[in-house]
Each structure stands twice: as C-alpha cells, then as structure tokens.
C-alpha cells in the first residue's frame, strides 16, 4: 500500500490496471490491506507516510515483507488513490499486543477516511480486522507456544474492545473476524467459547479464513498438474464446509479473506503461469458454489502469484476481491 501514488498523485498503472478490472466485473475489486504487514505495524505521529524495515532478500524470496512498518496519518490516506467505489478492511496490530498502538492504528484509519479527499474518491471503510493469522503466532515467535484459542479469544477481545470505541458500530464499520491460516483455530471453536457474545464481537459481521494449495517458504518443486486437478481444488476448500455452515447458522458472511495458490509468495513455473490462470477460474467457482461469498487474493511486490504486477518503484500489499 505504502506509495500507491506517492504523496500528491496516483499510480496510474495500479489505477488502470484495477478500472479494468472493473471494467470486466462491473464494479471496483474490494481491497484488503494487511496480511502479515498488519501485525508488524506501529503508528507514529512523527512519521509522514511510512517507514519500513525489510531483512535480505535471497534466492527463494527475492523481495521479502519489510519486518518492520512504521505508519502515519498519510499512509491511511493512501486510500484516496484507489478506485472510485472501492470498499476496503484495513488490518490494525494484535501481534504486539499493544492496545494503544491497536487503537491509534484505528484512529489514524477512521481519520483517513473522514478525510475530504478519501470522502471525494468515494473510498469506503468496510471492516477492520484486528491480527492476522493469529493461529500462527504460537510459532512464530509472537506468543507462547502453549497459545491456546481460549487465549486468543481473551487477547482479541481485550484489543478489539478499545478498536471499535474508535468507530465501529452495527450498520457501519463492522469487524472482519478469525482470519486463521489453518485449522489449528477454527470460527467453530470461537463461537463455542463465546466470541460473539461479547461486546466487540457483537460487531463480528464476517468470517474470514485463509487458504494456499501448499506453500514455497522453503522452496520446493510444484507439479502444476496437481493444481489443474479437479479433485485436488475440491478437497482443498471443502475442508471449510464445517466453518462455512456454522458461519452462516450464526448470519454472518463467510470469505476467504486471503488465499492464492501457493504460499510465501507463489512458486516458480507454477503460479506465474497461464496454468494458474485456469487454476483460480476453477478455484472461484468452487469456491462460490460451497457458500464462500468473496475470496481475496493476495498481492504484493515482486510476488510470483500476483494479478498484477506493479512497477517496482511502488509497494503496494493488498488481497483483491474475486
């Protein structure tokens, strides 16, 4: 997101790109700005637009997540650069467990979008989404690795409690909620333990999960055969149906609020192909006839599954709406 158009004018490829898009669709694609960024982001009033700090680059990521992102007021305001109807989740930090640093993210993001420019380009804050793929924080070194899902349900609620005083309400700004990678913690066993009960969870509009065919973190050969197999994009998102079903008893939307075809990045031969082209048709139409209402597809520099590929002058980390 960081320097979509700089700091007075738009990225007319990115803004192209996503017209015709729109253009094919009907209607603009719904952003989601955060993924792993959102938990490693801190607000600072010093700061103009952004400050990032990213580890070397080498052979399997040639262009590696920055580890670190400092944001001010301007980088929210980014959004003013997007496409006229766009409706967008914004992600604020649960990996710090850091309820100020949590709430002046919200602040920063409610005061973009009540900004005269964002409100000219017609830009909409959907939801925000507090942590993403918390599942993982027990092994990424975030939490402890005894992090249950009893805990995670304490911890967002004590950090999402003060994130909707920023704004949220029913009928407005709503929360996006879960956002897990894997089945390690599921919406079912948030709902068993009370989540929606809760005055921040009441504000609980969407479930999101997140979904990759495999993943390339440490390299690795991928046949994209496998890919182009029926059976094998069935059985990747039918593991769902429970969570699908019990989202949806309890009114609320189901997504997958960030998925593509392989992990860290996407895979050499395989998600930079037309192959994969044909993998995502199959892959979202599955998807939409198993009740998953929209799905996200991660974006990012440099990565080998993106839609579209943004000159290297521009960063710009976001999950597109199919």
Known sequence: MARLGGCDSRNEFTFNALDNYAKLTGKPSKIRVGADSEDHTTWSPTVTINEDLFPPANTI??????????????????????????????????????????????????????????????????????????????????RPSNWTVQDYVTNWEANAGPVAQVGLKEGGVTFQGAAFAGTGFTPRQLFDLGILDSAPGKLITTISQHRYSAA??????????????????????TLWKPDIAASKQRGLRYVLGETGSIACHGAPGVSNTAGAALWVTDYALQAASLGIEETF???????????????????????THS
């Not at 602040?107 to 009540?114: D, L, Y």
């Not at 420019?117 to 925000?128: F, N």
């Not at 597809?297 to 999950?319: R, T």
């Open 216 to 237: 390339f973190c440490s390299g690795g050969d991928f046949a994209l055969s496998s890919f182009l197999s029926k059976a094998n994009v069935r059985s990747n998102l």
């Open 61 to 142: 990521t040639p262009f590696p997540e920055a580890t670190s992102i400092v944001v001010g007021d301007g980088y929210y305001q980014l959004s003013k650069f997007l496409l006229p109807g766009t409706i967008m989740t914004w992600g604020v930090n649960l990996g710090a467990n850091n309820v100020t640093n949590a709430v002046n993210m919200a602040k920063s993001i409610f005061k973009a979008f009540g900004t005269s420019a964002v409100k000219a380009a017609k830009i909409t804050l959907d939801m925000i989404e507090v942590g993403n793929e918390a599942d993982l924080f027990r092994n990424n070194g975030l």
């Open 297 to 319: 597809f991660h974006e990012g520099i440099g990565y080998k599954y993106n839609f579209v590929s943004v000159p290297m002058q521009w960063s710009w980390n976001l999950s």
